[in-house]
């Protein structure tokens, strides 16, 4: 399916192909009315053994507006298509004998249904209600999608991975958009910050590996490990699991924790002992060769006032050495910086296309807008309070705010990075309906009448 090159379709070009690559797992139930009354869902195309729902298709199209894209049909044809060309990828990965681990899938699932667990405040109970599902129902269900996800990321991957993008082919597809349908961007700004992990004293560290040690005793003891992990593990994922972690292999987990499960022998539970997370104490409940299958318990040492006083007084020294050009921030945010993911783009926010000219009214945090809010063009704030994202650890931060650009038509000066990531997506874009046009006559596919103006197989 061609689509028109404007202003509507630049950003879809640089986000759609992120379609073949997210498993749709529907938030609700549809329902297709019938006479005498009314069915749940609608198979709409079928490719082999694989189906495409109307409820999947949906739910794509919902994320699609909330990304902030304009309604079509067009771009509704244009998600079932992906979603079309991920099913003929699955297939014939199968026919081409391409596989995915079944501890990669079960990885991938244990991980997705820990986040999809946390957006409903860890309740089962209130996840099973949303979906009127059962917790095994729903993650059977997700399992299969994550499997077919994994199998269209590797042909995708094996289609689009010698596909480069040339300057002059970014010039060239800048060059094919109407000036007057070139997008208009709003205000962006290059943003940095530097984070620095207040560190636990040993007075706190030892606290919680006491209160470890006391829940490890009564364990041994006769106490049920699950029902302790619920009411005392800080991981919030213990209140479904109860602390048991699934298989993983070599790699998978934080090194400490790795190498904690391959020192246990089965059934033997682990002195307390700590990682990025904070103090855990282990239970090896299995292994199998590379893989092992564990649950734990893990509690979070707390830094105090003082503790979080340091870190302030740490970076409003690294602040006043910036201020004073006796260090330039880039090169304190990559020495010093906590935040890894700043910290490897030199102390900058990015987008997710990796550029570091950020959208302040849609991707800004807006916690930091409200820090640059008050800040002057080029000035650091002061040491603020900080959580990190990953390790929900305390900190403190300092943001600097180098750079604003106002809202502008899109430019190659000011838009580069932009315009080569929607410019390699549309090349990718091409090699895979190549390769779809080519791969379709080796399967079988179907499509629901309702859907042919879409001519997914013409």
Not at 14 to 30: E, N, R
Not at 52 to 75: C, H, I, M, R, W
Not at 94 to 108: G, H, K, R, W
Not at 352 to 378: C, E, N, R
């Amino acid at each position: 399916m061609k689509m028109r090159l404007n202003k509507k379709n630049l950003r879809f070009w640089a986000s759609s192909f992120a379609i073949l690559l997210t498993p749709l797992l529907a938030t609700g139930q549809t329902t297709e009315k019938k006479e005498g009354g009314f069915v749940l869902d609608k198979i709409i195309a079928k490719v082999d053994n694989y189906i495409v729902l109307k409820s999947e298709l949906e739910s794509a199209y919902q994320s699609f507006l909330t990304d902030g894209n304009p309604g079509s049909e067009e771009a509704k044809c244009g998600l079932l298509n992906r979603m079309v060309m991920n099913k003929v990828m699955v297939a014939k990965a199968e026919i081409d004998s391409v596989i995915v681990t079944d501890l990669e899938v079960d990885q991938n699932t244990t991980q997705r249904m820990q986040i999809i667990l946390q957006n409903y405040g860890n309740s089962q109970e209130e996840l099973e209600r949303n979906y009127g599902k059962t917790f095994e129902q729903i993650k059977a269900e997700l399992h299969d999608q994550i499997r077919e996800q994994l199998l269209g990321r590797e042909m995708t991957e094996r289609i689009t991975k010698d596909i480069t993008i040339t300057p002059s082919e970014v010039k060239k597809f800048y060059n094919k958009i109407p000036s007057d349908s070139l997008p208009f961007y709003s205000a962006d700004a290059v943003i940095g910050q530097i984070v620095k992990v207040a560190k636990v004293s040993a007075q706190q560290k030892n606290e919680a590996k006491s209160k470890l040690e006391d829940l490890r005793s009564r364990f041994l003891n006769g106490e049920n490990w699950n029902e302790l992990a619920k009411k005392y593990s800080e991981d919030p994922s213990a209140q479904s699991n109860g602390g048991e972690m699934g298989y993983f292999g070599r790699g998978s987990m934080v090194p400490e924790y790795e190498a904690m499960a391959f020192k246990l022998t089965k059934g033997e539970v682990s002195h307390p002992f700590e990682s990025q997370y904070g103090y855990h104490i282990m239970q090896l409940i299995d292994r199998r060769g590379n893989e092992y299958n564990s649950r734990h318990i893990l509690l979070k040492a707390i830094p105090s006032q003082a503790d979080i006083q340091r870190a302030t007084f740490y970076l409003d020294s690294l602040r006043r050495k910036i201020q004073k050009d006796s260090i330039t921030f880039e090169q304190a945010a990559k020495l010093y910086s906590d935040d890894k993911e700043t910290k490897g783009h030199t102390g900058y926010f990015t987008d997710s296309d990796g550029g570091t000219k950020i959208a302040i009214d849609k991707t800004l945090d807006p916690a930091v807008y409200f820090v640059i809010d008050t800040l002057k063009l080029g000035s650091i704030s002061r040491p603020l309070p900080y959580r990190t994202k990953d390790t929900q650890q305390e900190a403190v931060r300092i943001i600097y705010f180098k750079a604003k650009l106002p809202p502008h038509q899109a430019n190659l000066k000011d838009d580069w990075h932009r315009i080569q990531s929607a410019a390699l997506a549309e090349k990718k874009d091409k090699a895979i309906n190549k390769w779809f046009i080519k791969s379709r006559q080796d399967v079988f596919i179907n499509i629901d009448p309702n859907y042919k103006g879409c001519k997914i197989i013409e």
